[in-house]
């Protein structure tokens, strides 16, 4: 656990260094296709995970791999332009590494997005679904093995991992701008290939309303150290079996291109009242 620490320290230290010791109120994750939103950030400091000390590199499609730090609806921001997932071949302790570094940045505010399959009937592609709750059937968690008692308790309360009053203020900021702004449960499995429509039959008597392979080992990471988590998932495909038709990367880009007005707008709202 010392060894975490000073490779977390030495994250840290690194990113202060560029940015300076000013307090940074939100940090973002921007899913597959989202990124555009880094594009509104005022004054923007760019650094490529690359040259951060003990950072993962982000391989996926549309994750550009790099922190954007700067200024967004009057609020001191840190973008992830990419994530890590399971499915590149990190464990998960790699996959959350750069999440547990917030903790050393004095961050205590989380905004995860990503882009979801559609499994709730009623959604439609290019929605925007408001995670509620979540669900992992995968055995893999982040926080297996010895607990990094630095960072948070052995065993912690999962029960609101989606902060009620974010998710109160995004409803009403949704309303106000006459968005019809999904809710539901985000399934969580591993990837990268698409689920089978009856992994999909089955996420849906589950309760699942919209499946991805991000998201919720970060938000356990996040919980773990008392930070504040919201969710929002891009509703970029249906999922397998619903719409009978082949599912491809292309389609979950090419729809995060077409929400981003909506979505910026919805988050930058989002950052502005988020106390």
Same mark, same amino acid.
């Given at each position: ?9 030495e ?16 940090? +973002? ?9 880094a594009d ?10 690359? =040259?951060?000390?003990?950072?993962p ?6 994750h ?15 973008c ?13 302790a ?10 050393f940045?004095? +961050?205590?505010?989380l905004?995860i ?19 509620? =709750? ?32 974010l ?5 009403? +900021? ?19 290939s ?10 849906r ?11 919720v ?16 998932s ?8 619903i ?21 910026t707008?919805?988050?930058?709202t ?6």
């Amino acid at each position: 656990m010392t060894y975490l620490k000073q490779k977390l320290q030495e994250s840290a230290a690194y990113i202060k260094n560029i940015i300076g010791e000013s307090e940074i109120h939100i940090a +973002i994750i921007l899913g597959s296709g989202l990124g555009n939103l880094a594009d509104k950030i005022e004054n923007a400091i760019f650094i490529p995970y690359k =040259d951060i000390p003990n950072f993962p590199l982000s391989t996926a499609p549309g994750h550009v791999g790099r922190l954007v730090i700067g200024t967004l609806s009057n609020k001191k921001v840190l973008c992830f332009q990419g994530r890590f997932h399971f499915y590149e071949g990190y464990d998960m302790a790699t996959i959350v590494f750069p999440i547990q570094v917030l903790k050393f940045l004095n +961050i205590n505010n989380l905004l995860i997005t990503n882009a979801a399959g559609g499994i709730n009937t009623n959604f439609n592609v290019g929605d925007l679904m408001l995670i509620t =709750d979540h669900i992992k059937l995968t055995s893999e968690n982040p926080l297996r093995g010895i607990n990094p008692s630095f960072l948070g308790p052995r065993f912690f309360d999962m029960s609101y991992t989606y902060d009620r009053e974010l998710i109160d203020l995004t409803k009403k +900021i949704a309303k106000e701008q006459n968005l019809d702004l999904k809710e539901g449960v985000y399934h969580y499995l591993t990837g990268p290939s698409f689920e089978t429509p009856a992994e999909i039959r089955m996420a849906r008597l589950v309760g699942g309303d919209a499946v991805g392979m991000s998201t919720v080992p970060e938000a356990i990471a996040a919980v773990h150290m008392g930070i504040k988590v919201l969710g929002i998932s891009c509703i970029t495909n249906m999922a397998a079996g619903i719409l009978e038709q082949p599912l491809t990367t292309e389609e979950v880009i090419k729809t995060g291109e077409s929400v981003k007005l909506k979505f910026t707008a919805l988050v930058s709202t989002i950052v502005e009242r988020w106390n």
